[in-house]
T-cell receptor, first 111, second 112 residues
Framework: KQEVTQIPAALSVPEGENLVLNCSFT??????LQWFRQDPGKGLTSLLL?????REQTSGRLNASLDKSSGRSTLYIAASQPGDSATYLC??????????FGPGTRLSVLP | DVKVTQSSRYLVKRTGEKVFLECVQD?????MFWYRQDPGLGLRLIYF???????EKGDIPEGYSVSREKKERFSLILESASTNQTSMYLC???????????FGQGTRLTVV
């Protein structure tokens, strides 16, 4: 059964820092991996989608990498801002047509 | 823009009531999902549907049922609401295999 973990569980950084969030999964039989952002009390907003055949995707200050063979993905946030404060979740979409989510990393960027 | 719309942001219901949570998507997606999210437990899959009238149980289907009579609409039904079903409910929509998933804004359900 697919399991997804995220490290760290929580992170607090001063504004302007570059930071890395980590996601690991146990079964490499995936179509893709998606990173989401969730603000308190809200739904999930899609940030980046990486296909299983891809190594990297970029959107603005965000860069996500995928190493399917080792079951790892990282989300890199450059020059962090207070508005980046949120919970970040990764999810893998399995061949069994199901999403499996990690528990999330709660990020706080201090002004 | 892809839109996934959940019928209510906040809902308060009494124990024993039958509760309907509605989700509508406008992108002709085949797959739709219902999750609940609780502190410390993350997102847990209740049911998903990969086509009209098709449904599959997720990890925690007990106490819930679903209906998908039209492609764009996926309903979650609490047959007899209980206090342990107080939670945030999230609906998601996705096309085939390699496509991106999108979520609704969530419904905060409180059962009293």
């Amino acid at each position: 059964k697919q399991e997804v973990t995220q490290i760290p569980a929580a992170l607090s950084v001063p504004e302007g820092e570059n930071l890395v969030l980590n996601c690991s999964f146990t079964d490499s039989a995936i179509y893709n991996l998606q990173w989401f952002r969730q603000d308190p009390g809200k739904g999930l907003t899609s940030l980046l989608l990486i296909q299983s055949s891809q190594r990297e995707q970029t959107s603005g200050r965000l860069n996500a990498s995928l190493d399917k063979s080792s079951g790892r993905s990282t989300l890199y946030i450059a020059a962090s801002q207070p508005g980046d404060s949120a919970t970040y979740l990764c999810a893998v979409y399995n061949y069994g047509q199901n999403f499996v989510f990690g528990p999330g990393t709660r990020l706080s960027v201090l002004p | 823009d892809v839109k996934v719309t959940q019928s209510s942001r906040y809902l308060v219901k009494r124990t024993g009531e039958k509760v309907f949570l509605e989700c509508v998507q406008d992108m002709d997606h085949e797959n739709m999902f219902w999750y609940r999210q609780d502190p410390g437990l993350g997102l847990r899959l209740i049911y998903f549907s990969y086509d009209v009238k098709m449904k599959e149980k997720g990890d925690i289907p007990e106490g819930y049922s679903v209906s998908r009579e039209k492609k764009e609409r996926f309903s979650l039904i609490l047959e007899s609401a209980s206090t342990n079903q107080t939670s945030m409910y999230l609906c998601a929509s996705k096309g085939q295999d390699y496509t991106e998933a999108f979520f609704g804004q969530g419904t905060r359900l409180t059962v009293v």
